[in-house]
């Protein structure tokens, strides 16, 4: 096809492009027609959220038929002459030469009409959905998120690993877990036995993943550093605004990294890649400050801005202890921390980013390292103001008998884990890392109440359409 120019290079480079002829492509927003015989596309590509304005006459034109037949949704290349734009609003404008049609979309039937729709009608066409200013924008900022992952990791020498999506493992223990099978269930006895899952295709039990930090793990300690960033799946049935059954996580793993370090690392990470958004993203943060929470570019600043608190678990059940809030869920001593608790210090208490440290042994996983105090481990979660936890990570357990004693305690077979338990046989050495849940980060970098809308197509209880 003919070469076209994406929209942002015009406006990046208004001078160059003054005057001169170009071909623009993408999708109409809005037409209107004026007395005189002239009407006015706003047309968008997505490659920003600036529209382009496009000036079409209809006398004597050579596409007055088409330009009648014009509406929104119809995808369409113009030929035409840039020049400034004497309108507010907008610096540069394209004076139509030539006007194709490459799609029509009918009025009568094109769900996107109205200037404005609510997100859970929109859910229902996420095929879309994608063409709204806000999907537009979350889109471009996810994708900026990505990429500004990839390059902190890269700059600081950690490798870019794929752990694997089907996994015998369940590291976090917790249960909600996706089988992975091939069997008919139509046609398995109810019986679960052993002898079932000789017959299924990998010759045992399989699930998806929930995490890649196991695995991650063999590679910090052959590597150095390393980083997983790719898709995980949890089957708890919570139908809040922070969780998804599929959702993806950046988890980076380090050898010769102690809680301290880890801390730190968490802390520059989440600056840096927020940082990188609010240069780089700054119209389509600007967008959703002005349309969707109207604190959000200050906020973010903030968190660039601000060091993060670091308080222990015992420290946080005092702060909620003394506090005068009414919570739904008890606070004591043992108990994990709820949604309610999380938000209660990050907003009200200390208004910014606050890391727990040592948690309680009994309610965190079989891997991480056990404190001195023997009833603590070197957990770290990492709460962000809005969100409440965006992280979760630890030091590891390096101890070869600390990690088998915290396997008998927590029922955890030695056999299925006997390539995890090598590790601290053969040349162990302490080790941390985290994993960072993407979808929450890009909730909280677009300022959206639900995290329906910061994944092209959300996977919930009852939801896996498209
Ligand atoms: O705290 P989690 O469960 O930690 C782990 O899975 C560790 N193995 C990670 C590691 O140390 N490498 O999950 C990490 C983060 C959470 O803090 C949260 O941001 C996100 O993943 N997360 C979810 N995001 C969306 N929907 C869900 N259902 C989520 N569950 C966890
Ligand atoms: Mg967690």
Redesign the pocket.
Known sequence: MQQGVRIIELFRKEREYLEKSVLVRGWVRTKRESKAGISFIEVNDGSCLRNLQIIAEHRGSGYQEVLEKLTTGCSIGVEGKVVASPGKGQSIELHAAKIEVYGWADPATYPLQKKRHSFEFLRQIAHLRARTNTMGAVTRVRNRLSYAIHQFFQERGFHYIQTPIITASD??G?GDIFRVTTLDPTRISSAESEAIYQQDFFGRPTYLT????LQ?EIYALSLGQVYTFGP?F?A?N?NTS????E?W?V?P?AAFCDLQDNLQLAESFIKAIIGACLDESAEDIDFFTRFVQPALRANLEHIVNSSFETITYTQAIDLLKKSTENFTFPVEWGNDLQAEHERYLTEKVFRKPVSIIDFPRAIK?FYMRVNDDHKTVAAM??LMPGIG??????QREERLEVLLEQMRLKGISTEDYRWYVELREFGTAPHS?????F??LVQFTTGLGN?REAIPFPRTPGHADF
């Open positions: 590291c976090e917790a929930v995490s890649g930090q991650a995980t949890r708890e919570s922070r969780h998804l059954a959702f996580m988890e793993e996983p979660d990492v936890e965006i992280i979760g990570g630890s890392g985290f994993g960072l849940g979808e929450r995290i």
